[in-house]
């Protein structure tokens, strides 16, 4: 049983359509999951309870799996396997030349591409927008991100509502439950440098370097789940401080960087499962960009959350002469019936140089859907921040 937050699209104040999907949402859980956790607690079952979906995530053996199928307040059960769901070093290193690591005399090739420049011409740089990033972590103090990050005034660091961590064991050199943005892989620092990266000294290597960003590592040295990825789309939709306390939606970001994907083969299982907390994250007013795949040049190959849904704003990726990668995923989504065209866009994803977490003045070149996906990111949050009309329009700004 799902709540019904599809009033929330005509809702004019942004602030009160924040608040409405979350009271919405966790009222909701809140009351159908009674009966199912005082279950749980008495099998002596471990687990953790949603409300971006209605939904449960809990450990559980076969016999109590069993026992939960035959319940009628359960849908369906589904895998929290982790997997590795960001690109392959083959993948990560096509077409990177690796001469080109030195700061350039312009701006990096893929925000020329967008027309970021021509944007920043007219006096528009993405100011009063917030671009949330889920992916492996950032390093926040990077040259390039640190002074675009929300949690810092440029004297002291805030983290609270700006940053919260999915990871819960393990996390690599950052270990779990960090209280800072950490970067635990490289992957995110590099694609939250493509939103929003300047520092101020000729590395302009983002779109909308006028935007602020906030963070949530959703993935283990990038290796997660449904549950992971689940916590940080609910930490987007009402970001809380860092004890997960006082969750306040007003302070939601404007546009999401989902820079991964969740194969069937290995945890989405029947590839719906993230759909309904997507579905919710679009209605709160955030518009979802996800990475098409990187399973090209087959067709069909837009193949795995959250890429497939029609909420999601699929971006495939184009090298520096707007040919489509060879590894980029083709559509269409056969999720639905009939098919969606899948991707939505498609943007510079081939040797894209970015900040990398490697440092904090340290810099890298990396291709993917992953790459291509934060220029789309930037692109909203200019066209927000020329045109307030559209903020928060998704409709109207996916079809510009």
Same mark, same amino acid.
């Given at each position: 049983?799902?709540?019904?937050?599809?009033?929330?699209?005509?809702?004019?104040?942004?602030?009160?359509?924040?608040?409405?999907?979350?009271?919405?949402?966790?009222?909701?859980?809140?009351?159908?999951?009674?009966?199912?956790?005082?279950?749980?607690?008495?099998?002596?079952?471990?687990?953790?309870?949603?409300?971006?979906?209605?939904?449960?995530?809990?450990?559980?053996?076969?016999?109590?799996?069993?026992?939960?199928?035959?319940?009628?307040?359960?849908a369906r059960i589904d895998s929290n396997k982790p997997a590795r769901w960001i690109e392959d070093p083959e993948v990560a290193n096509f077409g990177v030349a690796p001469s080109s690591q030195t700061a350039p005399d312009t701006?990096?090739?893929?925000?020329?591409?967008?027309?970021?420049?021509?944007?920043?011409?007219?006096?528009?740089?993405?100011?009063?927008?917030?671009?949330?990033?889920?992916?492996?972590?950032?390093?926040?103090?990077?040259?390039?991100?640190?002074?675009?990050?929300?949690?810092?005034?440029?004297?002291?660091?805030?983290?609270?509502?700006?940053?919260?961590?999915?990871?819960?064991?393990?996390?690599?050199?950052?270990?779990?439950n960090t209280m800072a943005p950490c970067d635990d892989d490289g992957h995110g620092t590099h694609t939250a440098g493509t939103t929003v990266g300047d520092d101020g000294a000729g590395n302009q290597v983002g779109v909308a370097?006028?935007?602020?960003?906030?963070?949530?590592?959703?993935?283990?040295? $990038? +290796? !997660?789940? /449904?549950?992971?990825? @689940?916590?940080?789309?609910?930490?987007? #939709?009402?970001?809380?401080?860092?004890?997960?306390?006082?969750?306040?939606?007003?302070?939601?970001?404007?546009?999401?960087?989902?820079?991964?994907?969740?194969?069937?083969?290995?945890?989405?299982?029947?590839?719906?499962?993230?759909?309904?907390?997507?579905?919710?994250?679009?209605?709160?007013?955030?518009?979802?960009?996800?990475?098409? $795949? +990187? !399973?090209? /040049?087959?067709?069909? @190959?837009?193949?795995?959350?959250?890429? #497939?849904?029609?909420?999601?704003?699929?971006?495939?990726?184009?090298?520096?002469?707007?040919?489509?990668?060879?590894?980029?995923?083709?559509?269409?989504?056969?999720?639905?019936?009939?098919?969606?065209?899948?991707?939505?866009?498609?943007?510079?994803?081939?040797?894209?140089?970015?900040?990398?977490?490697?440092?904090?003045?340290?810099?890298?070149?990396?291709?993917?859907?992953?790459?291509?996906g934060p220029h789309v990111v930037g692109v909203v949050a200019l066209l927000w921040s020329a045109r307030p009309e559209l903020v928060r329009d998704i409709d109207a700004t996916k079809s510009i």
């Open positions: 049983d799902q709540a019904d937050v599809s009033a929330a699209y005509g809702m004019k104040d942004q602030d009160a359509r924040g608040w409405f999907v979350y009271n919405t949402l966790t009222q909701h859980a809140a009351s159908t999951q009674v009966s199912l956790q005082a279950f749980l607690t008495a099998q002596g079952a471990s687990y953790q309870s949603f409300w971006a979906a209605n939904m449960i995530i809990a450990t559980a053996d076969r016999l109590l799996v069993e026992s939960l199928a035959a319940r009628a307040d359960v701006v990096e090739w893929g925000v020329l591409n967008v027309n970021a420049p021509a944007v920043w011409a007219l006096g528009f740089n993405g100011a009063g927008m917030v671009v949330g990033d889920l992916d492996t972590g950032m390093r926040w103090t990077h040259i390039a991100l640190k002074p675009k990050y929300r949690g810092w005034d440029g004297v002291t660091a805030d983290h609270n509502f700006n940053w919260h961590d999915a990871i819960h064991s393990g996390g690599g050199v950052c270990g779990p370097p006028g935007a602020k960003w906030i963070g949530c590592r959703n993935m283990d040295q $990038g +290796n !997660g789940t /449904p549950a992971t990825y @689940t916590e940080c789309f609910q930490f987007m #939709i009402a970001p809380t401080d860092l004890t997960g306390n006082n969750p306040n939606p007003a302070l939601r970001p404007h546009v999401l960087n989902n820079s991964w994907g969740c194969p069937a083969s290995e945890g989405c299982v029947t590839r719906s499962e993230l759909e309904t907390i997507v579905n919710n994250t679009q209605a709160a007013g955030i518009f979802v960009e996800a990475s098409a $795949g +990187n !399973g090209g /040049p087959g067709c069909s @190959t837009v193949a795995d959350p959250p890429a #497939i849904y029609s909420a999601s704003f699929s971006t495939g990726a184009i090298d520096i002469t707007n040919v489509l990668a060879s590894f980029s995923s083709r559509g269409p989504s056969t999720f639905y019936t009939p098919n969606l065209l899948k991707p939505n866009v498609s943007a510079p994803g081939v040797n894209v140089r970015s900040s990398y977490g490697s440092g904090d003045t340290d810099y890298a070149l990396l291709s993917g859907t992953s790459m291509a």
